[in-house]
């Protein structure tokens, strides 16, 4: 399977807890992208990598959420003292360049 | 601030039909447009984009049209088929930042 592969595809956890979920891009893509979607809505943004450098965050990102992309290959998203308006689907995109972006299953959060 | 606007939540179309999904920005800034499909449970699943030097790009039954003067795009499918039924989400571009998505249609395609 060469697509983009998220881990796990669902977790549960209680308030205040940290989670940490994994990403793994196409492999030649270089951009990896952090989206959060809840119902009703369409995927929102938190934040993107060119390579290893994190190029944007949205101001959905609180200082609660950290992001990294070592080496320019997998990311990961940690959420610290989670709460439950945290609960949604975290999806991970990737692209080569500007062009389309190609997303995971998304990992399914519940906080409870 | 919503950026693109899919102002339409549901649309019903019978098999065989035309659908028409809408979708509507406000950036000048974005040069190119996607639409995604997303079944519920999975992660949105590109359909098809075009640049804003273009105002039509087809690819089998899904073709999208871009009106840069409206600040508008559309998807029309056809002949809409049952498996069509998911939720559309039109995204916008520009270069050096992520895609921004609408809030979806969702496509009810009846036989």
């Known amino acids: 399977d060469t697509g983009v592969s998220q881990n796990p595809r669902h977790k549960i956890t209680k308030r205040g807890q940290n989670v940490t979920f994994r990403c793994d891009p196409i492999?030649?893509?270089?951009?990896l992208y952090w989206y959060r979607q809840t119902l009703g809505q369409g995927p929102e943004f938190l934040t993107y990598?060119?390579?290893?450098?994190?190029?944007?965050k949205s101001r959905l990102l609180s200082d609660r959420f950290s992001a990294e992309r070592p080496k320019g290959s997998f990311s990961t998203l940690e959420i610290q003292r989670t709460e439950q308006g945290d609960s949604a689907m975290y999806l991970c995109?990737?692209?080569?360049?500007?062009?389309?972006?190609?997303f995971g299953q998304g990992t399914r959060l519940t906080v409870v | 601030d919503q950026q693109v606007k899919q102002n339409s939540p549901s649309l019903s179309v019978q098999e065989g039909r035309i659908s028409i999904l809408n979708c509507d920005y406000t950036?000048?800034?974005?040069?190119?447009f996607l639409w995604y499909k997303k079944y519920p449970a999975e992660g949105p699943t590109f359909l098809i984009s075009?640049?804003?030097?273009?105002d039509k790009n087809e690819d089998g039954r899904f073709t999208v049209f871009l009106n840069k003067s409206a600040k508008h795009l559309s998807l029309h499918i056809v002949p809409s088929q049952p498996g069509d039924s998911a939720v559309y989400f039109c995204?916008?571009?520009?270069?050096?930042?992520?895609?921004?998505f609408g809030k979806g249609t969702t496509l009810s395609v009846s036989s």
């Open positions: 950036n000048s800034m974005f040069d190119y």
């Open positions: 075009i640049s804003s030097i273009k």
């Open positions: 492999s030649e893509h270089n951009r």
């Open positions: 995204a916008a571009g520009a270069a050096g930042t992520a895609l921004i």
């Open positions: 990598f060119q390579n290893e450098a994190q190029l944007e």
């Open positions: 995109a990737s692209s080569l360049g500007e062009f389309e972006a190609f």
